[in-house]
């Protein structure tokens, strides 16, 4: 478990900036869930935190450590992706073991790590299977397996559930908030869907066009929005 800050991050795209300072303090094991259009800058905050993108201005601090310019692999964070690529040649356990074989973790630990998570995400059938032998949900979490068996200090989500159909998203959802309050993982969540946004978040944070223009519970969002542009937004449909 760790504390993730941004303090007054801003990014730039050759001369044009497109988030223009946020601030973001997270405690530990808290689920924060940035909300907003598309085109607002999430996935490019997201990005920034996962050190794929680097920083144009300001700091990312995990547990009170900048990591501006730590390397991806070195920051104790694992992301899953809205299109998470699972490896078509590779079983559901090569898949979750993959990360761990790269970085060298002894082959009795991978098997302990990979049977821990296949139980927690109801995997354990299909270990042997291939990806294309599995159904969205089940392929979903062997995106999450693969994420969670590396015991990362930090869970970064960019829409993880945009390729699920709409039931399947609703169950999704709450088995991710029921896993991510079993293991405490400090999590930064991202979607355009205001509703999964209130049904996941301890805190929210509403972006507009590279800025958080609001960030509280759900419930402090929902009846004193901020701005009109949050109003407007967590008031419209899905
Ligand atoms: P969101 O995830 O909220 O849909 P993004 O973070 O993907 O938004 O994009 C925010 C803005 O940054 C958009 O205007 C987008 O066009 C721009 N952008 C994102 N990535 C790049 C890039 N690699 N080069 C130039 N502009 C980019
Ligand atoms: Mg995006």
């Given at each position: 478990m760790a504390t993730l800050t941004l303090t007054s991050v801003k990014k730039s795209f050759g001369p044009t900036e497109v988030i223009h300072g946020v601030d973001i303090d997270i405690a530990e094991g808290e689920f924060i869930v940035i909300v907003g259009p598309s085109g607002c800058g999430k996935s490019t905050l997201l990005r920034m935190v996962a050190g794929l993108e680097t920083v144009s201005g300001g700091t990312i601090a995990i547990d009170g450590r900048t990591?501006?310019?730590?390397e991806p692999m070195d920051r104790d964070i694992a992301m899953v992706f809205?299109?998470?690529?699972?490896?078509?040649?590779?079983?559901v356990f090569e898949n979750m073991a993959y990360g761990l074989k790269i970085a060298k973790t002894p082959k009795a630990e991978i098997d302990a790590r990979v049977a821990v998570a296949a139980k927690m995400l109801q995997l354990e059938p299909y270990l042997?299977?291939?990806?294309?032998?599995?159904?969205g949900g089940q392929r979903q979490r062997v995106a999450m397996g693969r994420a969670i068996?590396?015991?990362?200090s930090v869970f970064l989500f960019d829409?993880?559930?945009?390729?699920?159909?709409a039931k399947l998203r609703v169950q999704m959802r709450l088995e991710i908030k029921a896993l991510q309050k079993e293991l405490g993982i400090t999590s930064l969540y991202v979607t355009h869907d205001q509703v999964e946004a209130m049904t996941l978040a301890d805190r929210m944070i509403v972006m507009n066009a590279g800025r958080a223009d609001q960030i509280g519970t759900p419930l402090d969002v929902y009846e004193n929005p901020a701005t009109e542009f949050v109003a407007g937004f967590i008031g419209s449909p899905a």
């Amino acid at each position: 478990m760790a504390t993730l800050t941004l303090t007054s991050v801003k990014k730039s795209f050759g001369p044009t900036e497109v988030i223009h300072g946020v601030d973001i303090d997270i405690a530990e094991g808290e689920f924060i869930v940035i909300v907003g259009p598309s085109g607002c800058g999430k996935s490019t905050l997201l990005r920034m935190v996962a050190g794929l993108e680097t920083v144009s201005g300001g700091t990312i601090a995990i547990d009170g450590r900048t990591v501006n310019d730590v390397e991806p692999m070195d920051r104790d964070i694992a992301m899953v992706f809205q299109n998470y690529a699972l490896y078509p040649h590779m079983s559901v356990f090569e898949n979750m073991a993959y990360g761990l074989k790269i970085a060298k973790t002894p082959k009795a630990e991978i098997d302990a790590r990979v049977a821990v998570a296949a139980k927690m995400l109801q995997l354990e059938p299909y270990l042997q299977r291939k990806p294309r032998e599995l159904s969205g949900g089940q392929r979903q979490r062997v995106a999450m397996g693969r994420a969670i068996v590396r015991k990362p200090s930090v869970f970064l989500f960019d829409e993880p559930l945009s390729n699920l159909d709409a039931k399947l998203r609703v169950q999704m959802r709450l088995e991710i908030k029921a896993l991510q309050k079993e293991l405490g993982i400090t999590s930064l969540y991202v979607t355009h869907d205001q509703v999964e946004a209130m049904t996941l978040a301890d805190r929210m944070i509403v972006m507009n066009a590279g800025r958080a223009d609001q960030i509280g519970t759900p419930l402090d969002v929902y009846e004193n929005p901020a701005t009109e542009f949050v109003a407007g937004f967590i008031g419209s449909p899905a």
